[in-house]
């Protein structure tokens, strides 16, 4: 019989790091993983056809945007997401608490929700728990997210008040959600770089038992060390048979650490973002291509790299494209890029299942330091 939608499996472990299959009712995803992020219902500069074709398992969209803009009731008219935005895999939607936090100018946040200024034309809305969760569940995505408050990392005292009221929102998001098979709701750990508060979240999250946990707040402007400190103190407290995913985080030795560290799945803007500024990601660390040492180097971004922009292209015509502003330029870059963690999060499974996991880490992490 298929697996119940859902499940999580876990193939291997090394250390910390795991090697697990989480089933959905848009198939499975194999983990670690890298999902790229489709803010407006879709991935900028690439199609869902080449989606598949860089091996992407998971994309995510934004909730607080495409309730925005065009509605979450038209997307439910259409379909919900997959139809929408022609995409069959699996679709994992985030709350809107991370905008809530990053457009707190124009937001007002109270014990019962947030009001808040649409930033495309001024006008107000409402949102709580419960309207997030009824947003999600018209968008179809097959993970949802609790709606949670995304508080300033260093700022204990309101890490404090942020924290009970996360709590708070998670019970009813719990309670607004219809756990009839079709959508999985993920907690979200909070509680800045403080360990006291992130035991204290983690402890209450889990016994609300949800299918998955997510650990926000972090990658959002403290250092790296407190952000694996806080990985370490985080993931023991969650439960090993149910998936555990770093929010917002992309770059290569990050993914690295977080896999270490016991997290299973990642996302990040990164990738897409840096191949519109005609940045590539390598095994070396970032190319900036509009540096004028790549005008005549005939090489591809990466030597290690297979990718459709790799196998085809040098670095002198992307330099040329991101000079020109070719929009071809940053759909190469783009597939380039997210290639790059979507191998890499596949390189960790392999390495897991092989048990040669910190091998692999310690000679992808030297090849970035050695290239500073």
């Known amino acids: 019989m298929p697996p119940l939608p859902f499940t999580y499996h876990i193939e291997a472990t090394d250390g910390a790091a795991r090697a697990g299959t989480f089933h959905t009712p848009h198939g499975p995803i194999m983990m670690p993983v890298f999902a790229p992020v489709g803010t407006q219902a879709t991935v900028k500069a690439v199609t869902p056809r080449d989606l598949k074709d860089v091996g992407a398992s998971l994309i995510l969209a934004n909730t607080y945007h495409l309730y925005l803009r065009p509605g979450d009731d038209i997307i439910r008219?259409?379909?919900?997401?997959?139809?929408?935005?022609?995409?069959?895999?699996?679709?994992?939607?985030?709350?809107?608490?991370?905008?809530?936090?990053?457009?707190?100018?124009?937001?007002?946040?109270?014990?019962?929700?947030?009001?808040?200024?649409?930033?495309?034309?001024?006008?107000?809305?409402?949102?709580?728990?419960?309207?997030?969760?009824?947003?999600?569940?018209?968008?179809?995505?097959?993970?949802?997210?609790?709606?949670?408050?995304?508080?300033?990392?260093?700022?204990?005292?309101?890490?404090?008040?942020?924290?009970?009221?996360?709590?708070?929102?998670?019970?009813?998001?719990q309670a607004a959600w219809s756990a009839d098979g079709r959508q999985a709701l993920f907690g979200i750990v909070q509680g800045g770089t403080f360990d006291d508060l992130r035991r204290q979240s983690a402890q209450a999250l889990v016994s609300m038992d949800f299918p998955g946990y997510a650990i926000g707040g972090l990658s959002v402007g403290e250092s790296k060390e407190d952000m694996c400190r806080t990985l370490e103190v985080v993931t023991p407290l969650l439960p090993a048979g149910k998936p555990r995913y770093l929010m917002g985080v992309g770059a290569i030795a990050d993914m690295i650490e977080g896999v270490r560290r016991g997290i299973d799945m990642f996302d990040c803007v990164l990738p897409t973002r840096l191949a519109r500024h005609g940045a590539a990601l390598t095994w070396k660390g970032q190319l900036n291509l509009h540096n004028a040492v790549h005008?005549?180097?005939?090489?591809?971004?990466?030597?290690?790299?297979?990718?459709?922009?790799?196998?085809?292209?040098?670095?002198?015509?992307?330099?040329?494209?991101?000079?020109?502003?070719?929009?071809?330029?940053?759909?190469?870059?783009?597939?380039?890029?997210?290639?790059?963690?979507?191998?890499?999060?596949?390189?960790?499974?392999?390495?897991?299942?092989?048990q040669r996991f910190d091998d692999y880490a310690a000679r992808r992490l030297a090849q970035l330091k050695t290239s500073k």
């Not at 997030?132 to 404090?160: H, R």
């Open 77 to 173: 008219e259409m379909g919900g997401l997959h139809d929408f935005m022609g995409w069959g895999g699996p679709i994992l939607t985030d709350s809107g608490g991370f905008q809530v936090w990053s457009l707190s100018s124009i937001n007002e946040i109270d014990d019962d929700g947030v009001t808040f200024q649409s930033h495309l034309d001024g006008s107000r809305h409402r949102l709580t728990p419960e309207r997030s969760i009824e947003i999600q569940q018209n968008l179809g995505a097959d993970i949802i997210m609790c709606f949670d408050e995304c508080a300033p990392p260093l700022d204990y005292d309101y890490n404090v008040k942020a924290l009970e009221r996360t709590h708070q929102w998670a019970g009813r998001c």
């Open 295 to 354: 005008a005549r180097d005939g090489r591809p971004l990466d030597a290690e790299c297979d990718c459709y922009t790799c196998r085809h292209f040098s670095r002198a015509y992307l330099r040329h494209m991101a000079k020109s502003k070719e929009i071809l330029g940053s759909i190469l870059l783009s597939l380039h890029n997210l290639h790059m963690l979507i191998r890499l999060a596949d390189e960790m499974r392999a390495a897991i299942t092989e």
